[in-house]
Each structure stands twice: as structure tokens, then as C-alpha cells.
């Protein structure tokens, strides 16, 4: 399982007080947020974050058949 913060502020070479001031969020929520597994956060924080990092979020469903979905536009 993937942690909620792996990689998008590493990529945008942010540190996590860069993120916080950006996100409008507290460090150490930002640190107790990065460790939490993706699904543990809701898809409306989720977006915020990203859009506060200039990152996108995009849902797709992939089917027994191996065909892919997606749930959203990019």
C-alpha cells in the first residue's frame, strides 16, 4: 500500500514545511498525512493537496478483463 505523500512533493522538490505553507496545513499534519496509505484520505483533501502543488488527480477502473476506465478527465 501506498503512503498519501510518496512522491508529488518530492518531485516538485518541496519540503514538507514548503508543502504545509502551500496546503494552508499544519507540518506536522503534513508529516501525519504523507504516512497515511492513499485510501485513507478522501478524494475531496486529496485533490486539494495536489492542486496546491500544482499536481492533477486522475481515477480509472480496471476491470478483471485488463481493460482500464477512466473515472475522470486528467
Known sequence: MRAAGDGVARQAGLT???VATRTGTAQPKVSRLKR???Q???QRRLR???RALEAGLVLRATMSTGDRLPLTAP
Open 48 to 50: 486539494r493537496c495536489l
Open 16 to 18: 514538507r514545511a514548503e
Open 40 to 42: 485513507e484520505i478522501s
Open 36 to 38: 497515511l496509505p492513499v
